[in-house]
């Protein structure tokens, strides 16, 4: 099955810095990856999700790149503010099913 | 667009009780209804699906006369914890999705504490 393996597990930046947090899977069937964020106490919601069949996928401060070839995608938060703060998913998904391999999270902290 | 509600968002109760979580897509049809477990600091750990109208598919290792799930509608699953005991206690996440490879949609989750 699908294995979705993600770093750093912990995230310190300073407010207005960027933040990269990457995500590899082992599956070359996976074609959908969906970014979640999740506060504290609430469920994950989705930021940003990227499909194979392009690179990459940019929403205002929020970028998802994807690297097929080498199985890996990122997600980019520029200009970050302190809500920003939260612990962050990644996921991957086949055509052929509706179940999720989720990362083991990244857990950002944005320092004001 | 794309809400789901889950209720209740916290629970406290005695070891012996069975509990029952409900989730609903508020505006679109869920063809499939997750249920997950989270512990802290940790990841969702995917407990079963669910279609409308049919059994539940559970995860290895999660006992299903356990954790009843039922799924009658297409905008309700509801996840029964049965004759709870402490280990049981944890925070319970639903998901919706509308159709194949789409995006999961999630609950607010609910927090179980068994005494």
């Known amino acids: 099955g699908e294995n979705v393996e993600q770093h750093p597990s912990t995230l310190s930046v300073q407010e207005g810095d960027s933040a990269v947090i990457k995500c590899t899977y082992s599956?070359?069937?996976?074609?959908?990856f969906p970014w979640y964020k999740q506060e504290l106490g609430k469920g994950p919601q989705l930021i940003i999700d990227i499909r194979s069949n392009v690179g990459e996928k940019k929403d205002q401060r929020i970028a998802v790149t994807l690297n097929k070839t080498a199985k890996h995608f990122s997600l980019h938060i520029t200009e970050t503010q302190p809500e920003d703060s939260a612990v962050y998913f990644c996921?991957?998904?086949?055509?052929?099913?509706?179940?999720?391999?989720f990362g083991t999270g990244t857990s950002l902290t944005v320092i004001p | 667009g794309a809400v789901v509600s889950q209720h209740p968002s916290r629970v406290i109760c005695k070891s012996g009780t069975s509990v029952k979580i409900e989730c609903r897509s508020l505006d679109f049809q869920a063809t499939t209804m997750f249920w997950y477990r989270q512990f802290p600091k940790q990841s969702l750990m995917l407990m079963a699906t669910s279609n409308e109208g049919s059994k539940a598919t559970y995860e290895q290792g999660v006992e299903k006369d356990k954790f009843l799930i039922n799924h009658a509608s297409l905008t309700l699953s509801t996840l029964t914890v049965t004759s709870a005991h402490p280990e049981d206690s944890s925070f319970y996440i639903c998901?919706?999705?509308?159709?194949?490879?789409?995006?999961?949609?999630f609950g607010d989750g609910t927090r179980l504490s068994i005494l």
């Open positions: 996921a991957a998904s086949t055509d052929t099913g509706n179940q999720f391999y």
């Open positions: 998901s919706a999705i509308d159709g194949n490879n789409q995006p999961q949609h």
């Open positions: 599956d070359s069937a996976s074609n959908y």
